[in-house]
């Protein structure tokens, strides 16, 4: 096949390398790999995990070393943009033709499922997934299963027939609608069978198959074809009537938008949350926009999506949100009334939903609340069990936008019907999927935030609440170490479990704006870790009024104003988010007298007073307060880049070198504390275990006697 030229193609994106392809040569799996990539790191041609790609090989059987025919193929849960050899399931082909004999039809199809395993020629390959049979039973070598916006706008149109042979004449064949599984795979045979001059084909509100006896040829195959579409319905954008049908309401300007949705987040999270706790995530993307202003949107929104896994991802339908006056002028009492009142409807609606379409073997009804929220002028929100899915809801949400839009466009959207939305959702198969995930971290479904981000504790702090789960923001005042801390904690855990803020804890505006960044990141927040800090170690007389100032401004009055604003927020996720948590970082010194320490040790007492006066009035919110002190952590501390080493080491008559020796020393247990150590004492107040003990202070300085509470 003849090289295309990428510019060839305007709505798709043409990322094949000839020179890493050419380096692959031979290995049909490698470069099946290398094609599933390429397109899945094009949203508008699949999501994430959707879709799947396929090769077939000829391999020596593991037992008999004949020459047997293998379908490689993306196993169950797998992602095309991040694929890798392991995510393949590697399939003897003469046994899956031979289930075709068990096979016993549409009736039994779910007993298909399991019989996969037993034709693996990898046992330790993926698991397969149910649509193993719609790729083995085409007879061509490299196979391509998307979900193209563009492709199902024609497919979920009220007659997609007709329009897929006006855009591409006998090069496609047309499938209807039927659930993925073995029939259906069975079916696409005999359709290709009937026409084998086909390029592909198009099954009904769902998606697109083509093919090519070569990786690459698949992949061009599959561009153009994709490609075909787009340029189609750009044709008819605002041609028959304006897009969905015009302007309804008016964007508000970006930051007002922004400024709105942090507003009422931890209210939607809370309301969210009622079956159990969600992570948020908002998006005002310019296509969410032109749906949520549009005429078409209280139509088309109702409807529900298409595509099954669109549906998986975003639930039958979203809730469009309502909200009467301006909700940075009512009271948190008014904005929490009417939310209430509409997610109660949805879940009236969801249950009604469930039992008019139960079956006597359906599972149990599951979280009654919507994934996706709409609200005209601002944009899109969506909730689920971690950050990664709640994005990953959303970009499929716009998918489905994208569809409707283009649907609309050349003829009228057409959803999936309720009955089989419903068999699909509450699908045994899914069911049995759910099953399987492995169980959830300790501090998953948990938001943190961390002053002192990027310092030596908070960052410790930092990494060892989000290996345990929890969605984690950093802030500190040195926007340079914030940067590149997050880097490398994104590089470490993945991009959507850690953000940044730079604020200075000292300045209310700043606080103010950090929170909002944190509700728009996440959508509230569940933990505070109060780190930011800085030290001072000087004689009475040597210690200035701007030392004194320092001190109590940004160890004092940065924990009041960051605890006061994250109080608020957490109240506002009540009553369906209970069980928040605050946790200063102090220091021994806040119950030790020592030498050269006025300043910093006063204003490390009064942190600790706070927090016991604090646990004491947030009790009743069900908010519990804790202390951890450290002492002497010198390695990794930023503490000790500002003087205070010299400070300390000349009121104990030592070396700087010998401090951390001289600090050892003089514990109970001789050890060196380090800053890994108070990140352990934090997740033990954080982690589940003392969710009963508030007003608590626990030392991390290996044991001074002089530092016993009691």
Known sequence: MEKVLKDSFQHVNYLWDEQYAASLSGDEVALLIYRSNLLGADLRLTNYAGGNTSCKTSEPDLVTGEQVPVLWVKGSGGDLGSLTRKGLAALNLHRLEALKKRYRGLEFEDEMVPLFTH??????????????????????????????????????????????????????????????????GLKMEQVYRANPHIKGIILGGHGLFSWGETAYESYVNTLTLIEKAAAFLEKHYGKKRPVFGGIRVQALEPEQRKIKA??????????????????????????????????????LAPMGTSCPDHFLRTK??????????????????????????????????YKSYYEHNKLPDSPPMRDPNPVILLWPGVGMFSFA??????????????????????????????????????????????????????????????????????????RAIAEKLVAAGACVVISDID??????????????????????????????????????QVMLEFGGIDILINSAGLSISKSLVDTSLDDWNVLQDVLVKGQFLMTREAVM????????????????????????????????????????????????????????????????????????????????????????????????????????????????????????????????VLNVDGGIAAAFVR
């Open 385 to 458: 069990k971690d950050k990664q899915t709640a994005r990953v809801s959303a970009e499929f949400y716009i998918n489905a936008i994208q569809v409707m839009k283009g649907a609309e466009a050349i003829s009228s959207y057409v959803s999936l019907p309720e009955s089989e939305a419903f068999r699909i959702e509450y699908w045994q198969l899914e069911e049995a999927k759910l099953k399987r995930l492995p169980p959830e971290r300790p501090l998953s479904r948990k938001i943190a935030l961390i002053t002192g981000g990027s310092g030596g504790i908070g």
């Open 316 to 349: 039958i339908r979203p809730l469009i949100l309502r909200l009467e006056g301006d909700v940075l002028q009512l009271s948190d009492e008014a904005i929490q009334n009417q939310l209430s009142a509409q997610f109660e409807a949805y879940r009236q609606s």
């Open 262 to 299: 942090a507003r009422i987040m931890p209210f939607l999270r809370a309301q969210a949350s009622s079956y159990q706790r969600m992570i948020g995530h908002f998006t005002d993307d310019e296509r969410v926009l032109e749906f949520v202003n549009s005429e078409d949107l209280e139509k």
């Open 569 to 696: 927020y957490m109240r506002r996720q009540l009553p369906y988010i209970q069980g928040c948590d605050i946790v200063n970082i102090v220091s021994k010194n806040a119950l030790v007298a020592g030498p050269d320490n006025v300043a910093y040790g006063s204003a490390k007492a009064a942190q600790l007073h706070m927090s016991r006066l604090l646990a004491a009035e947030l009790g009743k919110d069900k908010i519990r307060v804790n202390v951890v002190n450290p002492d002497a952590v010198i390695r990794g501390s930023k503490i000790w880049e500002s003087g205070w080493a010299e400070g300390r080491a000349k009121a104990y008559g030592v070396s700087v070198d010998e401090l951390p020796a001289f600090y050892a020393r003089r514990t109970l247990l001789n050890e060196e504390i380090h800053t890994e150590d108070i990140a352990n004492a934090v997740f033990a107040f954080v982690g589940g275990l003392l969710s009963k003990s508030t007003g608590n």
């Open 119 to 184: 034709c693996l020629y990898d046992p330790h390959s993926q698991a397969p997934s149910i649509d193993t049979p719609l790729h083995a039973f085409l007879p061509h070598k490299h196979v391509d299963h998307l979900h193209p916006d563009a492709v199902i706008a024609i497919a979920a149109s009220t007659d997609g027939k007709a329009i897929m042979q006006e855009v591409y004449g006998d090069e496609l064949a047309w499938v209807d609608w039927q659930r993925p599984g073995f029939d259906l």
């Open 479 to 516: 926007e340079q170490a914030l940067q590149q801390t997050l880097k490398e904690m994104k590089q470490q855990f993945g991009r959507d479990n850690c953000a940044a803020v730079c604020a200075d804890v000292r300045d209310t505006q700043q606080v103010e704006q950090a929170f909002r």
